[in-house]
Each structure stands twice: as structure tokens, then as C-alpha cells.
């Protein structure tokens, strides 16, 4: 079999778009907000990450574009060299203060941000326990590391966790790590059960709340923050790429644990710095989120009243607490039709199908800003009515 076969015979894209419903890559004409345009339509976007509704927030734009004035377009080089401007530091030394930890880490992306740190934090004699629902960034981070052995237990089942530790070696470097808002479900990771199970058994936890800032905890700091337990997890990692507005990623850890990774990983080391707009994006964008607690407020009350409404219509939501709010739609095809004739409505949401989520378990995710308008809202519920009546 040659080496492109796989692509030659690659189907599955083309028959859904012959069938007219490949839900992938429509181009957006307008800024990511809560109205989009695509195909010159105006759409209610429900299925972003924008949480706070700060990437086309004209104070996180003119901060890019003040840094792009100042430091041009790119940095052409990694940190660990040229790479590395004050605004990295000083983004670095407020995302530090803003998780109450020593010191902070950026990398390029959300993803390389959890390939760079475990990778060079779990060596040869070392293990990873990962929550069955982990991002695909820590999977393929944990494949990354040479670690002894990669093990999961059941999605956020403290019982199954106990069970997976209490057979690795006593004296074993351990890692546990799990989203702190689950991307697909929305569910928020029990931390005080795993830094229980962890403090019993000798692991270490790191928290990917790439969804959990701005979302949830105190001034938006996520998960750790909304337990009180930001001095029990030992690494936070978030993303640039969602409530930040911007793209890039960090971990937020004690000074040695900083000192170590900058000096050991790979992703770090050998990839160009997170180029001038989009540190001084997320450095504003950061600020706002400290200073302004009303928007993390209003993300909980719009989410608050599209969960009782899409209940109230018989929606089959999964319940939760976050702004993510996924709809069983179950089978792929059903879910891809629904997806359709949503957007056909002028809603856009995202179709989530294996292998991101078992067979016969598919849904579709949404998930709200803070600056959603109650007459979007009110729309958004009426289309999934008219929808969901149709099935
Ligand atoms: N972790 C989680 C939980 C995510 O959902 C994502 C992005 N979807 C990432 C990491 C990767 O972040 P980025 O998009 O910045 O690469």
C-alpha cells in the first residue's frame, strides 16, 4: 500500500459534502463575536470560545496594534534565543500574579503549551494519569513524554482514580492531569478529590483550564480559584485562545518548576515566541477580565437562562454549571442535519462526532459569551424549537 493511498481513498469528507451536510470550515466575512457573517448571512454564533466577548473588544485591538507598532509583526525566533521581548516578560509576571503562583510560562499555542510541559516534566521512570476525557493536546502530550506508562481512569470518578494509583509504585514520579472545564461536556473537574487522592498516593496535578479562565473562580482565575485550591495544584495551564482573546497558551507553577521547563522542552525551545500583537491581546485582555467581574457575571446569567429555556423546550441538554451546554443529537447523521438546519435558522453550533465522542453519543456543543443579547438568545431558543420539533 503507497504512503498516500490512506488520502487517495480518503471519502468520508467528500460524500458529506455531497450530501450537503459537511459542517466544517465555513469562513467567517466579519470578526469572531456573538453575530457573525458566513456565505453574506448574519448568524447568531453559539459556538465559540470567545467567553468574554473580548476579540473584537476595541481596547484588546488597539493593544495589538499599539504592539505591533512598537515591535513589528513577528519575533523570527524562538524565547529561548532571540525570541524574547519585555512584553513576554511582563505578560509572563502578570499571568504569575494573576494564578497566585511564582512565575509563568508562554508558549505559541494552547496545545503546544501542554506538549512542552509534560513532555519535559515526566521522564522514563514517571507516570501520567489522565482523566478518560482529557484535550487531545494532553494525550498527545502524554505520547509525547517518555513516560513509563501513560494510564486513564474513568472521567472524573475518584474511585477509579484511587483504583489506577493505588497500582503504581509508591516511590514513582506520578502526574495527574485533567481539563478543569471539560472542552465537550462542561463539566468542572473535581479537584478536591484528586489533590486528595494525590497528596495520599504521591502524585502531582496539573490543571489545562484552557476553558476554566475567565468562566468560573474568583476574577475569572478558573477552576483552582472556584475550589480555593490554587496552592494545591501544582501546574495551571490555560490558553490565549479563548476568554484571552488571542492565540498562545502558559503555565502558571513555582519557580523551579519554570526554571526547569523553559531550560528542558522542546515545543518551547525549539519554536518562535507568540508574536507581539497577540501577547499585548492577551495581556489587555487579561486585565479586563481582573478588572471587570461583570463580565464573567453575565456569562453565568446568560448561560443560567439557556439552559432553563432549551430545558424548558425539551431540549436533552447535559446539565452543568458552565457555558458550555451540550445537546444529545446521538447518531451522526441526525446530528449533522440538525447542525444543517440550524444554521439554516441562523445559529451556528458545533457538531461533535467520533472520535471526539463515543458512537451513539454525539451532540452538539454550545456555548455562550458574555455579551450574548437576550434577543440572540431568545432567537437561538426559537430556532432550536422549530429544529428539534422537525425530529
Ligand atoms: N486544552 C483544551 C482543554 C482545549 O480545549 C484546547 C483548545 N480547544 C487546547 C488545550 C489547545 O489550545 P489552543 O487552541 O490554544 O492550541
Known amino acids: ?111 503546544q503549551t501542554n506538549l512542552g510541559t509534560i513532555s519535559s516534566i515526566v521522564g522514563y521512570h514517571d507516570y501520567i494519569i489522565n482523566d478518560s476525557e482529557n484535550h487531545a493536546s494532553i494525550i498527545d502530550a502524554s505520547r509525547l513524554s517518555f ?17 489506577v494509583l493505588k497500582k503504581l509504585p509508591e516511590e514513582s514520579g506520578k502526574l495527574i492531569v485533567t481539563d478543569g472545564v471539560f472542552s465537550m461536556s462542561g463539566d468542572i473537574a473535581p479537584l478536591p478529590g484528586i489533590i486528595e487522592l494525590a497528596r495520599k498516593y504521591g502524585a502531582r496535578v496539573m490543571v489545562d483550564d484552557a476553558h476554566g479562565v475567565g468562566m468560573i473562580g474568583k476574577s475569572g482565575r478558573g477552576t483552582a480559584s472556584y475550589y480555593d485550591l490554587e496552592d494545591e495544584v501544582d501546574i495551571i495551564m490555560t490558553t490565549f485562545s479563548k476568554s484571552l482573546a488571542s492565540l498562545g497558551g502558559c503555565i502558571a507553577a513555582e519557580q523551579a518548576v519554570i526554571d526547569y521547563v523553559k531550560h528542558k522542552s522542546r515545543p518551547f525551545i525549539f519554536s518562535a515566541s507568540i508574536p507581539p500583537s497577540n501577547a499585548a491581546a492577551a495581556l489587555k485582555a487579561l486585565r479586563i477580565i481582573r478588572d471587570e467581574p461583570e463580565r464573567q457575571k453575565a456569562l453565568i446569567n446568560i448561560s443560567n437562562y439557556m439552559r432553563a429555556k432549551l430545558k424548558e423546550a425539551a ?14 443529537t446521538y447518531d451522526i447523521n441526525r446530528t449533522l442535519m440538525i447542525t444543517k438546519m440550524l444554521l439554516e435558522e441562523g445559529i451556528y453550533v458545533n457538531p461533535v462526532i467520533p472520535p471526539a465522542v463515543r458512537d451513539g453519543e454525539c451532540m452538539l456543543r454550545t456555548s455562550y459569551t458574555a455579551t450574548h443579547t437576550q434577543e440572540q438568545m431568545d432567537k437561538a431558543v426559537d430556532a432550536f424549537k422549530r429544529v428539534f420539533s422537525r425530529f
Not at 467567517?28 to 463575536?33: G, I, K, P, V, W
Not at 523570527?76 to 525570541?83: E, I, K, Q, T
Not at 481512569?153 to 482514580?161: I, P, R, S, T, V
Not at 431540549?315 to 444529545?328: C, N, R, W
Open 1 to 111: 500500500m503507497g504512503i498516500l493511498d490512506k488520502c487517495y481513498n480518503f471519502t468520508d469528507a467528500k460524500e458529506a459534502i455531497a450530501a450537503g451536510i459537511y459542517p466544517y470550515f465555513h469562513a467567517l466575512q466579519t470578526s469572531q463575536d456573538t453575530e457573525v457573517v458566513m456565505d453574506g448571512k448574519r448568524i447568531i454564533m453559539i459556538g465559540s470560545n470567545n467567553y468574554m466577548g473580548l476579540t473584537s473588544d476595541p481596547r484588546v485591538m488597539q493593544a495589538a496594534k499599539d504592539a505591533i507598532d512598537k515591535y513589528g509583526t513577528g519575533c523570527s525566533g524562538s524565547r529561548f534565543l532571540n525570541g524574547t521581548l519585555v512584553l513576554h516578560e511582563e505578560l509572563e509576571n502578570e499571568l504569575a500574579d494573576y494564578f497566585h503562583k511564582d512565575a509563568a510560562l508562554t508558549f505559541s499555542t494552547g496545545f
Open 315 to 328: 431540549i436533552p441538554i447535559i446539565e452543568g454549571k458552565t457555558a458550555i451546554i451540550p445537546v444529545y
Open 147 to 163: 513516560a513509563k506508562k501513560v494510564v486513564k481512569y474513568g472521567h472524573n470518578n475518584m474511585q477509579d482514580l484511587e483504583r
